[in-house]
């Protein structure tokens, strides 16, 4: 199982990002896929997550309105859109799956797979 995240940068307050996570070595479809990040000395925060077949999305209230998760199933590849970028979105950003839509929204139980992180940078 692999999943590998993309698509960091720095970037300036107010740009753009996009994530990419592409996904092998289990039944992709089967799977919610989800966004978390984690700040220095703060707690790892699930951001966004979609389900199997991409038709619900759910997004914490700190991105909501400026990130978008999107998936394709042929190409077993999630997306993350970042719109409006704070230096508060600072982080390292890990793709996750799991069967459960409750583990890629806080986390509990934790995913059954991570990917790596994609460190994201924005300065003021």
């Known amino acids: 199982v692999q999943l590998q995240a993309s698509g960091g940068g720095l970037v300036q307050a107010g740009g753009s990002l996009r994530l990419s996570c592409a996904a092998s070595?289990?039944?992709?479809?089967?799977?919610?896929i989800g966004w978390f990040r984690q700040a220095p000395g703060k707690e790892r925060e699930a951001i966004s997550s979609?389900?199997?077949?991409?038709?619900?999305?759910h997004y914490a209230d700190s991105v909501k309105g400026r990130f978008t998760i999107s998936r394709d199933n042929a190409g077993n590849m999630v997306y993350l859109e970042m719109n409006s970028l704070k230096p508060d979105d600072t982080a390292v950003y890990y793709c996750?799956?799991?069967?459960?839509?409750?583990?890629?929204?806080?986390?509990?139980?934790?995913?059954?797979?991570w990917g790596q992180g994609t460190q994201v940078t924005v300065s003021s």
């Open positions: 996750a799956a799991d069967p459960s839509l409750s583990s890629l929204i806080d986390g509990t139980p934790p995913p059954s797979y």
């Open positions: 070595g289990f039944t992709f479809d089967d799977y919610v």
């Open positions: 979609i389900s199997p077949g991409g038709s619900r999305t």
